[in-house]
């Protein structure tokens, strides 16, 4: 006599590029509402990147005009207060049974001029703007011998770790390669190894296929909130052409990511009530000796709206709420 298959009240599923877990757990999101953002209070005339000279900020390494109002509309400075900084690269050293790494690099500040006006608000062409600048700083940070990957992310709103409300992107050169890059990395190398296919093709040719997380696409550009979501209503944009470094990426390439970017941003401000989120771009390493042709280079997008347990920090896997295909239905209803 064959079991009878109960119906299960949740879903693990695997990331097929990580090998990373997530649960799905829908009945966890009865009487869940997805809010906006907790606003942080901070007036201009208080606000450090209103004129950052004016505080004490290092000269800018770099500044884009805006010539329609002669003045400024983005300008990237050192962090005054960075995480890593400048030396000379010193190798790790083994200290006892421990290995140690300094902590050298560059951290800065890509501040947008407006005080209170987001990305949501930003038109195409200056999202592209900023793709622009994230490339010409990529490029001259990526001269440094010892910079190995360097990081770009922005963190919109205070549960995504922003501590000044006016908006603002970060870059940040390491010595290292990061631990969630590194895993992405290799699982994409041990998967084209195996099959001779990059991952990330078969997988948008199989969401293309089936249509139910495809929330956007253009001539360059697919937006998908992935099959194993990491957060309610992540998204992720890849380029439909397979290639593994954002900063290589042509200008006319810029116009379609912008495009992307544009519909996911408002997308999220207009359905979700603009929450709080993080957006980071997914690079190949600066590693000159090591080849990288089997990656796919990719944007993610994850707003914020709960805080991590015990579950989650003791084991390593999140647990989302919402199903990736209902979030896909929501965003591409019409406004």
């Known amino acids: 006599m064959k079991n009878k298959k109960t119906e299960s009240i949740s879903e693990f599923r695997q990331d097929p590029v990580s090998g990373d877990w997530v649960l799905l757990a829908p009945i ?3 009487g869940h509402k997805f809010e906006g953002r907790a606003e942080i209070k901070l007036s201009k005339n208080k606000c450090p ?13 770099l500044v884009y005009q805006n010539e329609t ?3 400024w509309f983005l300008q990237i400075i050192p962090n005054k207060y960075p995480a890593v900084g400048q030396g000379n690269g010193c190798p790790a050293y083994q200290k006892g ?3 140690i790494q300094d902590g050298v690099g560059f951290h800065e500040i890509v501040i947008f001029r407006d005080h209170d006006r987001y990305l949501a608000d930003f038109t195409k062409e200056e999202i592209k703007k900023v793709l622009l600048a994230f490339q010409e700083r990529y490029k001259s940070l990526a001269e440094e011998k010892y910079i190995e990957y360097i990081s770009i992310f922005h963190n919109h709103g205070k549960e995504a770790g922003s501590t000044i409300p006016h908006p603002h992107s970060q870059i940040l050169a390491l010595p290292i390669v990061p631990p969630d890059v590194s895993h992405s990395i290799n699982g994409s190398r041990r998967y084209f190894q195996d099959h001779n296919q990059c991952i990330h093709c078969r997988m948008l040719n199989q969401e293309l296929k089936e249509r139910k997380r495809v929330i956007y696409q253009n001539k360059g550009m ?3 909130t992935p099959f194993a979501s990491k957060a309610e209503f992540e998204i992720r944009i890849f380029p439909k052409k397979h290639f593994a470094f954002f900063e290589k990426v042509e200008e006319q390439e810029l116009v379609y990511l912008a495009d992307a970017l544009k519909f996911a941003f408002f997308k999220i401000y207009k359905k979700l009530k603009d929450p709080a989120f993080n957006f980071f771009i997914h690079t190949a390493p600066t590693i000159r000796n090591r080849d990288y042709a089997h990656y796919h ?5 994850l707003p914020k709206f709960d805080i991590f347990g015990g579950f989650e920090l003791g084991t390593g896997m999140d647990i989302i709420t919402l199903a990736p295909e209902k979030a896909a239905e929501i965003f591409k209803k019409d406004d």
């Open 28 to 30: 966890r999101n009865m």
């Open 49 to 61: 990147f209103e004129n950052p000279s004016k505080f004490g900020n290092a000269p800018p390494v």
């Open 297 to 301: 280079w990719h944007i993610e997008i």
């Open 97 to 99: 049974l421990y290995k």
């Open 69 to 71: 109002k002669n003045d």
């Open 222 to 224: 697919i937006v998908i």
